[in-house]
């Protein structure tokens, strides 16, 4: 009769606590076909490896959401840089303060330049513009032309002067406006032009508009408590972790 050799090799696991004055061991057994014995003792190569993969399989999922909103990021300076060769845009981007105060736009701002005129000393060029702003910006109008509208793109003009933040009184046909006046070197091949004015409009902030959290505050990944406490015969209502006003 012949008889089956059965292979089995023995670990040692030693297994430490940190008040125990001595170290104590314990058995396990690697059988032939690969099982452990007592079962979940030690970790065996397939969990590591599956560990393994988990914590790659994460960190690409962090690598693509990374990407991913370097990409949107992108997209949005070209879809704005497309709007912006437009001869009449707006722009908005707002930024959350406060958890108590939300950033509202000035969307009805309006630009034009109500006055130009020109002027030539030696063989310099010169554009004087009036700059009427609806909301004041917050840094001094730059300047920029095409010859065609159909051109590529916008040419940024060299401003010798700016009266900003300060304003001239511009007559016109609708009375009397309060605008920004800026002087120009004009290219000397320059006979015709579509001047562009832009300037920066600052953000109002809109105090008592509250910006709702749903689900509530996660610290460190544990939700806070929703509950009532009675603190000094006074009855705190917690919301998510969160003291609030009843």
Not at 31 to 46: E, F
Not at 115 to 144: D, E, H, K, M
Not at 159 to 174: E, H, Q
Not at 204 to 231: E, F, H, K, R, W
Request: aromatic share 8%.
């Amino acid at each position: 009769m012949q008889k089956q050799l059965v292979f089995a090799a023995s670990i040692i696991l030693c297994v430490l606590t940190a008040t125990a004055a001595t170290n104590r061991a314990a058995l396990v057994t690697v059988k032939a076909d690969g099982t452990i014995s007592p079962t979940g003792a030690v970790a065996s190569i397939t969990q590591l490896a599956t560990s393994a993969a988990q914590a790659l399989a994460a960190e690409a999922v962090a690598q693509a959401v990374a990407d991913a909103s370097t990409t949107m990021s992108n997209q949005i300076a070209t879809v704005e840089a497309e709007i912006a060769s437009q001869q009449q845009h707006a722009i908005f981007r707002g930024f959350v303060t406060s958890f108590s105060s939300a950033v509202v736009p000035v969307t009805n701002c309006t630009v034009q330049i109500i006055q130009f005129s020109t002027s030539r000393v030696g063989t310099n060029n010169y554009g004087n513009l009036a700059t009427w702003f609806s909301t004041a910006p917050t840094n001094a109008p730059t300047i920029s032309y095409k010859a065609m509208l159909s051109a590529t793109n916008w040419q940024t003009l060299t401003v010798l002067s700016n009266s900003w933040p300060n304003t001239i009184g511009v007559s016109t046909t609708g009375g009397v406006y309060q605008a920004y006046a800026t002087q120009l070197a004009l290219p000397t091949s320059m006979s015709n032009a579509f001047f562009r004015v832009n300037g920066l409009v600052q953000y109002i902030t809109a105090d008592g508009n509250v910006l709702p959290i749903q689900g509530g505050v996660s610290v460190n990944g544990c939700m806070g408590l929703t509950t009532n406490i009675v603190i000094g015969g006074v009855t705190n209502y917690f919301v998510g972790g969160v003291l609030v006003t009843p």
